[in-house]
């Protein structure tokens, strides 16, 4: 498959040093490329010089982004502290006054005084309406200069809390006359601005300090590897990933066609990987996403089902045909060579519980109980996937104990959704879900998973989700009791299945 110089699978992790910076942030905008260390670095480490690259794609359009990148940007541009950034903090502040991030924040005042003067005319251009936060930044400062405090005064006449919040930041004692004024007119039973007051007064007291800028070291924030966003990328682009130079990028590529409704192409695409590629782990991707295929093409089933039974092949290739055949997992030429996977242990273990749960074959229960505590965490997160999907409630104990570990939590709460004691129907799904966070505190990202769990559980009961969108209100029974608001699995986001796609082309299709 033929690549142009700017396509999705042009850009090689390995030679991003060798690709013009502005290229690299084009194709992280259109989530060809991830943004992880590797990536920053390659920007970092060519000093000064990309602080021109960086302002001039800041410039450009990005009515086609897929990717928003600012906050990178801001991120690459306060590791390099160039002064020729500030006006590219600005037009951020410009974009939503009302909302600045801290890395903003942080970055402008890294620049101390030199960022007095431009900080000023921004607020004069927002107004005190919109310039609250600019005010913020000023104050931040504790530069002495009298136009931000003629500036902090005029905000302590239009808004008293928030004035005198911000002149006990700034610090300068020559702010005391017109608060010990202002707090003269404030009515006692206005006592949250008296106290807001007060307190500024008590910070003229204290010594000023001078605002140190704390050590910033980007590559903390981002993960060391990260794979495309392939999520947001058209099919076209993620068939042309297929020949990427690297294993991993193709890999993904691949396995982005899981639970995807396969068309000719990319259907014949995924074979042409799965049979020809070098790495072992790009064809059981492959392998994997064909799983769809198996239940209409002879010769993507018999293909597969002779990976699977040739000890010879890797087991991460061996891996994905299982994965692969999970439709057809109880049929006499699948089963066994499942089960054999399984004796293997180790990574072939993990494919093949994988295989067992999706398969949702009721003989294959037997095999999660007993790994539910396994010193393999691999293996542990499929055996909680069975637990749930084969509805082990008499482990709900084991699965609750899970709770605690950061690494499992949600695993833990997505399977104990699906094998929790308790009637299956809609009218009882809201109770099933306050009982988990009655049991465990769910925060909003937990509680979509919860919600994802309680709605497979309705779906293998034949019954239509709650939670998210796919069914209609006329196809919904009436509900006794309703939960209290609580997010929805919104048809953007990330399926909490853990496929990588969102959920409106995942379970919500």
């Given at each position: 498959?033929?690549?142009?110089?700017?396509?999705?699978?042009?850009?090689?992790?390995g030679r991003y040093d060798q690709t013009p910076v502005i290229d690299?942030?084009?194709?992280?905008?259109?989530?060809?490329?991830?943004?992880?260390?590797?990536?920053?670095?390659?920007?970092?480490?060519?000093?000064?010089?990309?602080?021109?690259?960086?302002?001039?794609?800041?410039?450009?359009?990005?009515?086609?982004?897929?990717?928003?990148?600012?906050?990178?940007?801001?991120?690459?541009?306060?590791?390099?502290?160039?002064?020729?950034?500030?006006?590219?903090?600005?037009?951020?502040?410009?974009?939503?006054?009302?909302?600045?991030?801290?890395?903003?924040?942080?970055?402008?005042?890294?620049?101390?005084?030199?960022?007095?003067?431009?900080?000023?005319?921004?607020?004069?251009?927002?107004?005190?309406?919109?310039?609250?936060?600019?005010?913020?930044?000023?104050?931040?400062?504790?530069?002495?200069?009298?136009?931000?405090?003629?500036?902090?005064?005029?905000?302590?006449?239009?808004?008293?809390?928030?004035?005198?919040?911000?002149?006990?930041?700034?610090?300068?004692?020559?702010?005391?006359?017109?608060?010990?004024?202002?707090?003269?007119?404030?009515?006692?039973?206005?006592?949250?601005?008296?106290?807001?007051?007060?307190?500024?007064?008590?910070?003229?007291?204290?010594?000023?300090?001078?605002?140190?800028?704390?050590?910033?070291?980007?590559?903390?924030?981002?993960?060391?590897?990260?794979?495309?966003?392939?999520?947001?990328?058209?099919?076209?682009?993620?068939?042309?990933?297929?020949?990427?130079?690297?294993?991993?990028?193709?890999?993904?590529?691949?396995?982005?066609?899981?639970?995807?409704?396969?068309?000719?192409?990319?259907?014949?695409?995924?074979?042409?990987?799965?049979?020809?590629?070098?790495?072992?782990?790009?064809?059981?991707?492959?392998?994997?996403?064909?799983?769809?295929?198996?239940?209409?093409?002879?010769?993507?089933?018999?293909?597969?089902?002779?990976?699977?039974?040739?000890?010879?092949?890797?087991?991460?290739?061996?891996?994905?045909?299982?994965?692969?055949?999970?439709?057809?997992?109880?049929?006499?030429?699948?089963?066994?060579?499942?089960?054999?996977?399984?004796?293997?242990?180790?990574?072939?273990?993990?494919?093949?519980?994988?295989?067992?749960?999706?398969?949702?074959?009721?003989?294959?229960?037997?095999?999660?109980?007993?790994?539910?505590?396994?010193?393999?965490?691999?293996?542990?997160?499929?055996?909680?996937?069975?637990?749930?999907?084969?509805?082990?409630?008499?482990?709900?104990?084991?699965?609750?104990?899970?709770?605690?570990?950061?690494?499992?939590?949600?695993?833990?709460?997505?399977?104990?959704?699906?094998?929790?004691?308790?009637?299956?129907?809609?009218?009882?799904?809201?109770?099933?879900?306050?009982?988990?966070?009655?049991?465990?505190?769910?925060?909003?990202?937990?509680?979509?998973?919860?919600?994802?769990?309680?709605?497979?559980?309705?779906?293998?009961?034949?019954?239509?989700?709650?939670?998210?969108?796919?069914?209609?209100?006329?196809?919904?029974?009436?509900?006794?009791?309703?939960?209290?608001?609580?997010?929805?699995?919104?048809?953007?986001?990330?399926?909490?299945?853990?496929?990588?796609?969102?959920?409106?082309?995942?379970?919500?299709?």
């Amino acid at each position: 498959m033929a690549t142009n110089v700017f396509s999705p699978a042009a850009f090689d992790p390995g030679r991003y040093d060798q690709t013009p910076v502005i290229d690299l942030l084009r194709a992280a905008a259109l989530g060809w490329v991830a943004v992880d260390r590797r990536l920053l670095k390659s920007i970092l480490d060519r000093g000064e010089s990309v602080v021109e690259d960086l302002l001039a794609f800041s410039r450009e359009s990005h009515d086609q982004d897929r990717t928003d990148l600012d906050l990178v940007l801001a991120d690459l541009l306060r590791s390099l502290h160039s002064p020729d950034a500030i006006g590219f903090y600005l037009d951020l502040i410009r974009g939503d006054p009302f909302d600045i991030d801290d890395s903003i924040v942080e970055a402008l005042l890294g620049y101390g005084e030199k960022a007095i003067a431009p900080l000023l005319q921004l607020y004069e251009e927002l107004g005190e309406e919109l310039g609250g936060d600019t005010a913020f930044v000023l104050a931040g400062l504790r530069v002495r200069d009298p136009r931000v405090l003629h500036l902090l005064l005029e905000r302590l006449e239009f808004d008293a809390a928030d004035g005198a919040f911000l002149l006990g930041l700034y610090g300068d004692p020559a702010a005391r006359p017109a608060l010990e004024k202002m707090l003269a007119e404030i009515p006692e039973e206005d006592a949250e601005i008296r106290r807001e007051i007060t307190h500024a007064l008590e910070e003229l007291e204290a010594p000023v300090l001078p605002y140190e800028p704390q050590p910033f070291d980007i590559m903390a924030e981002y993960s060391p590897r990260e794979l495309p966003a392939f999520e947001i990328l058209p099919e076209d682009e993620r068939l042309e990933m297929f020949s990427s130079p690297d294993p991993e990028i193709r890999a993904g590529a691949a396995y982005s066609f899981f639970n995807y409704e396969l068309q000719p192409n990319a259907r014949d695409a995924l074979m042409k990987l799965a049979q020809s590629d070098p790495d072992a782990d790009v064809r059981g991707r492959s392998w994997e996403a064909l799983a769809d295929a198996t239940a209409e093409s002879q010769e993507v089933r018999t293909a597969m089902i002779a990976v699977l039974a040739d000890k010879s092949r890797p087991v991460e290739e061996r891996g994905g045909a299982a994965v692969g055949l999970y439709g057809i997992a109880d049929t006499r030429e699948v089963r066994p060579q499942i089960e054999a996977l399984y004796e293997e242990g180790g990574t072939a273990r993990v494919k093949a519980l994988e295989a067992m749960w999706r398969s949702l074959y009721d003989p294959f229960a037997k095999y999660f109980a007993p790994h539910l505590k396994d010193p393999d965490p691999a293996i542990v997160r499929q055996a909680l996937r069975g637990a749930g999907y084969f509805r082990l409630t008499g482990q709900t104990e084991t699965i609750a104990s899970y709770f605690d570990n950061d690494d499992m939590r949600e695993d833990a709460l997505f399977a104990y959704a699906l094998a929790m004691p308790g009637e299956t129907t809609r009218g009882r799904a809201p109770g099933l879900l306050r009982k988990i966070d009655s049991i465990t505190q769910l925060t909003p990202t937990e509680l979509k998973v919860v919600m994802f769990g309680i709605d497979e559980r309705l779906r293998l009961h034949g019954l239509n989700p709650l939670f998210g969108d796919a069914s209609s209100e006329e196809e919904r029974e009436p509900e006794p009791e309703k939960p209290p608001a609580l997010p929805k699995v919104g048809r953007n986001d990330p399926c909490p299945c853990g496929s990588g796609k969102k959920y409106k082309k995942c379970h919500g299709a």
